[in-house]
């Protein structure tokens, strides 16, 4: 009976000890760091930054697949996939049409306050919306089901694009 005891107490201490960390991200109304906009080419223009584990993960490529497919959804916005360096795998960014950044560290996720999810073994997979102010306008926060994270972007895109009074985004040359 003590040896039982003794292993749940163990198997507990060590649960606790993988667990991350509780933190909250941030949320609808707060503004994304313009620093980090900057990095992902995503100031001053509306954007959907999306994070998630590694490229050629099932549910990642699904997630990167479902905003590919969706692209003329988020016409005049940016898309952008956000993944640490450990989960580059060469040529996947060259399938899709939306950018992707490599997220050295965690720098950006870290900074930006996203759980780790399963006991702190996966980046957790979030999605933003974020207007030319850099003011957040939609979080997304799922591990599982990546496709619901594209059709949230839509509709908080779409919401974007009627709330801005001109039916749209604005258009700027490029020069």
Known sequence: M???????ALCLGVAGALRAPVSMSIAVGDKFPSASLSKLGCAGSNSVIYFYGADEAPSCTKQAEGFDASMGDFSGV???GV???A??????????AQ????DAGDAIRDEIGIPKDFFGFLGGRETYVVDKAGTVQMVFNGQLNPEKHVEAAKAAVAELGASS?????????PF
């Open 2 to 8: 003590a040896v039982r005891a003794a292993l749940l």
């Open 78 to 80: 940016k898309v952008v």
């Open 83 to 85: 993944r640490n360096d």
């Open 87 to 96: 989960g580059v795998k060469d040529g996947f960014s060259d399938k899709y």
């Open 99 to 102: 950018s992707f950044y490599v």
């Open 165 to 173: 009074g001109g039916g749209g985004f604005e258009f700027k040359l």
